[in-house]
């Protein structure tokens, strides 16, 4: 079993910024890569970014592209999002997750043990 604790929201007016975090735990595969997703309140959950074990790889939703960066630290099995320029529309609860397949995180499939979350708010 795979645990995920995202940290790092919070409040912050339009234009700020944030940097999130999640560490992985338990019974995580050698290698695999991670990626961050959001849900906005009536909305479905959706993908925002995505990176490989090495971090040679990284994709990200048109709608934070330029704004936001992903990073990891595989010895700390923790993946990082970068956000800046902060908009209302970011508003949600941010979650990651990881699999062995980093197009299964871009496409959000088979994805399981999500975390709680971490909630982004941000003020116009």
């Known amino acids: 079993q795979v645990q995920l604790v995202e940290s790092g929201g919070g409040l912050v007016q339009a234009g700020e910024s944030l940097r999130l975090s999640c560490a992985a735990s338990?019974?995580?595969?050698?290698?695999?890569?991670m990626g961050w997703f959001r849900q906005a309140p009536g909305k479905e959950r959706e993908f925002v970014a995505a990176i490989s074990w090495s971090g040679g790889t990284i994709y990200y939703a048109d709608s934070v592209k330029g704004r936001f960066t992903i990073s990891i630290d595989n010895a700390k099995k923790t993946v990082y999002l970068q956000m800046n320029s902060l908009k209302p529309e970011d508003t949600a609860v941010y979650y990651c997750n990881l699999d062995r397949l980093f197009y299964d995180i871009v496409r959000m499939r088979g994805l399981s043990s999500w975390g709680q979350g971490t909630q982004v708010t941000v003020s116009s």
């Open positions: 338990g019974r995580t595969p050698s290698s695999y890569a």
